[in-house]
T-cell receptor
Framework: AQTVTQSQPEMSVQEAETVTLSCTYD???????LFWYKQPPSRQMILVIR??????QNATENRFSVNFQKAAKSFSLKISDSQLGDTAMYFC??????????????FGPGTSLSVIP | DAGVTQSPTHLIKTRGQQVTLRCSPK?????VSWYQQALGQGPQFIFQ???????QRGNFPDRFSGHQFPNYSSELNVNALLLGDSALYLC???????????FGPGTRLTVT
């Protein structure tokens, strides 16, 4: 069975600074997706960034980038130039890649990020 | 293009009652998953529906059941409600080839 671990329950960062959220996972699968989701106080789950395991290159989306270390089963999220709107719960998530269907998504316990003005 | 929608937004029920939550997937999506998110925790997978059949199920009791309709919309039913069923229930739909699932805004269920 797959598991996702986030060892930082809470973090804070000054506005405009950079912060890194950690995530490790355990799986015997070779082909899978990894995600970071953001959940603000509105509770709407928003996809921040996605990484396909077979791709060596780390994914980036504007101020968000990941450090994907497949051998170490590590998937950290870096947020640059932090903004007040980045304050939210962040979930790391795993999904096995299926050729013709979609598998369930397994979420970590989350990291609560606060951006301080 | 409407995203994933869920109804109702909030619901208060009493222990022992039954509840039905509804989800309409994003246009063009044919697969729907349901998740339970307790306060302060990550979402937990309940089950997934595709072509009107339950394709996968998480570690939830039979009190949790579902249905998918020909238009791909879905319902989650919970019988004999317990206090521990109080949570945010999220629906997600899938489409395309990128593995991305789109979440609805959730239904907040409170059991008293």
């Amino acid at each position: 069975a797959q598991t996702v671990t986030q060892s930082q329950p809470e973090m804070s960062v000054q506005e405009a600074e950079t912060v890194t959220l950690s995530c490790t996972y355990d799986t015997s699968e070779s082909n899978y997706y990894l995600f970071w989701y953001k959940q603000p106080p509105s509770r709407q789950m928003i996809l921040v960034i996605r990484q396909e395991a077979y791709k060596q290159q780390n994914a980036t989306e504007n101020r968000f980038s990941v450090n994907f270390q497949k051998a170490a089963k590590s998937f950290s999220l870096k947020i640059s130039d932090s903004q007040l709107g980045d304050t939210a719960m962040y979930f790391c998530a795993f999904m096995k890649h299926e050729r013709t269907s979609y598998d369930k998504v397994i979420f970590g316990p989350g990291t609560s990020l606060s951006v301080i003005p | 293009d409407a995203g994933v929608t869920q109804s109702p937004t909030h619901l208060i029920k009493t222990r022992g009652q039954q509840v039905t939550l509804r989800c309409s997937p994003k246009s063009g999506h044919d697969t729907v998953s349901w998740y339970q998110q307790a306060l302060g925790q990550g979402p937990q997978f309940i089950f997934q529906y595709y072509e009107e059949e339950e394709r996968q199920r998480g570690n939830f009791p039979d009190r949790f059941s579902g249905h998918q309709f020909p238009n791909y919309s879905s319902e989650l039913n919970v019988n004999a409600l317990l206090l521990g069923d109080s949570a945010l229930y999220l629906c997600a739909s899938y489409g395309g080839t990128g593995g991305e699932q789109y979440f609805g805004p959730g239904t907040r269920l409170t059991v008293t």
